[in-house]
């Protein structure tokens, strides 16, 4: 694969992540950073990419501290590593916030199973709790989570590429401009 193949098949399988369970960035690491400056990782679940605007969204608790961090400071980072295809990305970009009431949270929510929905409806995420199991959520209670589900639409600026292999490891980068447009590809040394 040259250069552009290899961008446009890492988009390809974030795509495919997003719609398929099994795929291999299903889940990823959306990284900000807190008021001091430390470095915030977590897992979430890849709900949407789109490759010809390099974009991924994510669903989140507005209440949530990673919601909170980026909206002081939009600059992420989004990790992640396939074991199929053995590659790991690690994109750069900003992240912007869609809160309750804007059209893409309300477009979201819209589309969640009532399932989903109910694990909005809980108390504040990180508040302390007395550890017991809490009690099921409730689908028909799902209305109650809405004012509480923000989308978290993350742009990315560049991609780090890079492919595990047994002798020869690879390894390239990628950067975007803000309409999502390919501006520079180089290998560079795993
Ligand atoms: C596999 C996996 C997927 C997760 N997906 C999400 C998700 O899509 N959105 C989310 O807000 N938290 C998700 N979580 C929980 C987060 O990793 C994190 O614990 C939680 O959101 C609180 O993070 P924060 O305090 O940094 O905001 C997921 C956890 C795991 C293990």
Redesign the pocket.
């Known amino acids: 694969m040259n250069l552009a193949e290899i961008d446009r098949s890492a988009w390809a399988e974030l795509e495919t992540a997003a719609i398929d369970p099994q795929s291999g960035f299903r889940?990823v690491n959306l990284c900000?950073v807190d008021g001091s400056g430390r470095p915030?990782a977590?897992?979430?679940?890849l709900?949407r990419a789109d490759a010809a605007k390099r974009t991924l969204e994510?669903?989140?608790?507005i209440r949530?501290?990673?919601?909170l961090?980026i909206a002081k400071k939009s600059a992420a980072t989004v990790l992640g590593f396939s074991a199929v295809s053995r590659t790991q990305l690690r994109l750069q970009g900003i992240a912007r916030l869609h809160a309750p009431g804007s059209p893409i949270a309300a477009e979201a929510w819209d589309k969640l199973s009532p399932w989903t929905r109910s694990t909005y409806a809980g108390g504040p995420?990180?508040d302390a709790t007395d550890g017991e199991t809490a009690a099921p959520a409730n689908p028909d209670d799902d209305a109650d989570g809405k004012r509480f589900f923000g989308v978290v639409i993350f742009t990315a600026e560049s991609l780090d590429w890079f492919e595990l292999r047994r002798a020869d490891n690879r390894r390239a980068v990628f950067d975007y401009d803000p309409a999502g447009a390919l501006t520079g590809a180089r290998w560079v040394n795993p």
Request: without cysteine.
């Open positions: 889940f900000s915030q977590r897992m979430v679940v709900r994510i669903h989140t608790d949530s501290r990673k919601w961090e995420p990180g």
